[in-house]
């Protein structure tokens, strides 16, 4: 049973970067046409699809965040890397991690196979 956990600091400054990492177990981030994607959903808003990167390494992004979002990955330690630069109160959310077969940017439950538990990030001085 693959299984996502998110993992990163819960309070960033303002203009600071945000970096969250997701750990997946149970199954490798390189299996074939899997896509690993980063999601975050501030408090009282929808949810809004940041970015992905696929089994291949590839990456894509959500055009409102590409100036500022990174996705990496480590592939001897199966996880996956989000990183959002110059953060604002703005991007105060929760942030989560999922797997799915194939590429989507939906943000949808059911669109994904597999999703972290979510982590609160809160951005304040």
């Known amino acids: 049973q693959v299984q996502l956990q998110e993992a990163g600091p819960a309070l960033v400054k303002p203009s600071q970067t945000l970096s969250l990492t997701c750990t997946v177990s149970?199954?490798?981030?390189?299996?074939?046409?899997?896509?690993w994607s980063w999601i975050r959903q501030p408090p009282g808003k929808g949810a809004e699809w940041m970015g992905a990167?696929?089994?291949?390494?590839?990456?894509y992004y959500s055009p409102s965040l590409k100036s500022r979002t990174s996705i990496s990955r480590d592939t001897a330690k199966n996880t996956f890397t989000l990183q959002l630069n110059s953060v604002t109160p703005e991007d105060t959310a929760v942030y989560y991690c999922?797997?799915?077969?194939?590429?989507?940017?939906?943000?949808?439950?059911?669109?994904?196979?597999?999703w972290g538990q979510g982590t609160q990030v809160t951005v304040s001085s």
């Open positions: 999922a797997g799915r077969l194939g590429y989507s940017d939906s943000v949808a439950r059911d669109e994904h196979d597999y």
């Open positions: 990167i696929a089994y291949s390494g590839s990456t």
């Open positions: 149970g199954g490798s981030i390189t299996t074939t046409y899997y896509y």
